[in-house]
């Protein structure tokens, strides 16, 4: 596969270039693939669907071809996946797509998980290590640490914005030894992000230190999330009829967002011929995306610190991306966009658990929230031309081509996608239902260690001296 630069498509470079460098230093701009293969009708057809890493094997393969033989992908992915992406219906046309099954309890776990054999596999031959470095609003970094921890040839530094995460969160992230440690800046979420991209196109740091990135541009990272949406999106497919009485759904995903990573890799999902019809991008105060949607004007902003803090991202760094695979237009065709602030949220969670049983998370709850709008009339609203105020919580103004499944032919499936355990945001569940979800031993037993993270000033000379004397 040749990937290129979503700011100079003279850029032609491969796989490993693509992963080891991060983002292309020389311009700035991210690497993408030229293009998304469409996988085999006959794959695509079986029913029931393969398993998730059958899939993942498939849709990997072009990407890394001629890079990766193919019985070395094979074992990559075994390994990196020894757990599932539960499919559970909630009602009769929603169904959550849990992806907290993996050691940290996150979806960041999915793509991570693949960065990290993918590196260890092309560092297989070097004597220097590389040196990650990764920005985190919450769950990025605590993924990261736990995928590449104690992978040898690979060194983790772990960004996080002091006070900014969870008490769990940052349990997470600083308890690492070894290869693997985290510095706590004094600053946001998108502080945490510049000291990384400054670093990146820092040339005399890059002289003396191999520099990867981890966080949601990395591509290594971007293409295995991909692999869930195929899974859920086949799985729905195959049950509509029997699960839903719906003969042809039309499938929306419906993805609470921060960075974009995880949307932009259900967009590369539909080009590679998943069954999927549309999707919601779905946000908090953080709503950069859905004013870009309802305006046509893209203003990154600082971040807002919310209830579901690993999406308060400002500056997505992932619009990049989108807007190289799609225009504006074909945006208000393919996504409803909804955002939703902190009294939403605890409703949210409410809600859902009133109406469905189901305990979400309060990441979950954005895309809940924006799922059973949709579908209780606001997208009816829209058809009517009763055109919400976009600066309020809610549905953005431009109908998506897939409005009237909704609305009058009732064949749409919302798939809401469960980023994170309820039970890693526990006071916030427990305001919204009164009681806290019963923690998982996995994350027991991280609250049990002790905490070596590192401060850090919100400054660049002072990170880089640090980087400097620290790493070799
Ligand atoms: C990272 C994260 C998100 C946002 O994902 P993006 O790819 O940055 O849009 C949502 N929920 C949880 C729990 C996360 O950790």
Same mark, same amino acid.
């Given at each position: ?70 019985? #070395?992908?094979? %074992? &990559?992915?075994?390994? =990196? ?6 499919? *559970?219906? !909630?009602?009769?046309? +929603? ?95 998108? #502080?945490?992000? %510049? &000291?990384?991209?400054? =670093? ?6 890059? *002289?003396? !230190?191999?520099?990867? +990135? ?113 225009? !504006? ?144």
């Amino acid at each position: 596969m040749i990937y290129t630069d979503t700011r100079d498509k003279s850029v032609k470079t491969d796989f490993k270039t693509a992963v080891v460098g991060g983002m292309n230093e020389k311009t700035g701009g991210l690497y993408i693939p030229v293009e998304f293969p469409k996988l085999d009708k006959s794959f695509l057809n079986k029913n029931p669907e393969p398993n998730l890493r059958d899939i993942a094997f498939e849709m990997a393969k072009p990407y890394v071809e001629g890079e990766i033989p193919e019985n #070395d992908l094979k %074992k &990559l992915i075994n390994d =990196a996946y020894p757990f599932p992406a539960k499919v *559970s219906g !909630l009602d009769p046309n +929603s169904y959550v797509l849990e992806l907290f099954h993996g050691p940290t309890c996150a979806f960041k776990d999915f793509g991570a998980r693949f960065m990290a054999r993918v590196m260890s596999y092309f560092n297989r031959n070097e004597d220097k290590p590389l040196h990650i470095l990764v920005a985190t609003s919450g769950d990025t970094g605590s993924a990261v640490g736990s995928a590449f921890h104690n992978v040898p040839g690979l060194d983790v530094t772990i960004l996080y914005p002091e006070g900014k995460i969870s008490p769990l969160q940052e349990k997470q992230l600083s308890t690492f030894d070894g290869n693997v440690r985290a510095l706590r800046v004094k600053g946001t979420f998108d #502080d945490c992000q %510049k &000291l990384v991209k400054t =670093a990146f196109t820092d040339n005399e740091l890059r *002289s003396s !230190l191999r520099l990867s +990135s981890a966080n949601s541009i990395n591509i290594s990272r971007l293409l295995p999330q991909s692999f869930y949406y195929m899974y859920a999106s086949l799985y729905v497919k195959n049950r509509a009829w029997q699960y839903n009485r719906i003969e042809d759904p039309s499938i929306i995903m419906v993805v609470p967002s921060g960075n974009f990573g995880n949307l932009t890799s259900g967009l590369i999902a539909k080009k590679m011929g998943a069954p999927i019809t549309g999707f919601v991008a779905a946000t908090n105060t953080n709503r950069t995306i859905p004013d870009w949607i309802a305006t046509g004007d893209y203003n990154a902003r600082p971040s807002v610190a919310t209830y579901a803090n690993a999406m308060d991202v400002g500056a997505p760094s992932n619009y990049e991306r989108i807007s190289a695979m799609y225009t !504006l237009d074909d945006v208000r065709h393919l996504f409803a966009s909804y955002w939703l602030d902190d009294s939403g949220i605890i409703s949210s969670i409410k809600d859902c658990y009133a109406k469905t049983g189901y305990t979400i998370d309060p990441h979950g709850a954005v895309g809940w929230k924006a799922w059973s709008d949709i579908k209780n009339g606001a997208m009816a609203e829209l058809a009517q031309g009763k055109k919400h105020d976009y600066t309020k919580p809610g549905l953005t103004p431009n109908l998506p081509d897939w409005a009237d499944d909704v609305i009058s032919k009732k064949n749409a499936i919302g798939v809401v996608l469960e980023t994170a355990h309820p039970a890693k945001f526990g006071s916030i569940v427990e305001k919204a239902i009164g009681s806290k979800p019963i923690i998982p031993d996995r994350l027991e037993k991280v609250m049990r260690l002790e905490d070596k993270s590192i401060p850090m000033e919100n400054d660049y000379n002072q990170f880089k001296s640090w980087l400097l004397e620290n790493l070799r």
